[in-house]
């Protein structure tokens, strides 16, 4: 019996797509979740300090107000969930999603050096997340290649 299962190494070649189908819909699902919440008044509350400290969102709030400030960035992190979503039709709108939310994580991780007090615990979560949007990318413009 140990020897039937240590010969058999089809879980092996099953575990790298199935982690790539975690990432990447893992992805998917936080940036929808997150972006869908952008649309209530707590979470924009919670957002302020670090859009209002931002050399690069900081604009938003005087040109949208708070509430429209958390919208458009909800509005963006749905239309870039939903791109990644598109990997097994159009696998290059994936990737371009991917990036996407590469550059939202990194936009995210700035947070870290541009706010007082910034929560440094949650935000450290985005430094694997942006590796996990790159893994995505390159995954999805090398299956556009083929």
């Known amino acids: 019996m140990l020897d039937a299962i240590s010969t058999d190494r ?11 189908f975690v990432l990447r819909y ?9 972006g869908i919440m952008k649309f209530f008044e707590f979470e924009a509350i919670a ?14 709030i005087d040109a949208f107000g708070l509430r ?3 919208a458009l960035i909800g509005v963006s992190e749905l239309i870039v969930g939903g791109m990644m979503l598109t990997r097994r039709w159009f696998p290059r709108v994936s ?15 700035s947070f870290l050096v541009t706010t007082p007090n910034a929560p440094t ?11 996990a949007a790159l893994y995505t ?3 999805a413009f090398a299956a556009a290649r083929r």
Request: proline share 5%; hydrophobic share 55%; net charge neutral.
């Open 10 to 20: 089809s879980w092996e070649r099953r575990l790298a797509p199935t982690g790539l």
């Open 26 to 34: 893992g992805l998917v699902f936080l940036l929808v979740a997150i």
């Open 47 to 60: 957002i302020r300090p670090l859009v209002e400290h931002s050399p690069l969102m900081s604009w938003m």
């Open 68 to 70: 429209g400030a958390s």
């Open 95 to 109: 990737g371009y999603g991917s990036l996407a939310a590469a550059g939202t994580f990194l936009v995210t991780l």
């Open 121 to 131: 615990g949650f935000l450290m979560k985005d430094l694997i997340l942006l590796g």
């Open 137 to 139: 990318a390159g995954e």
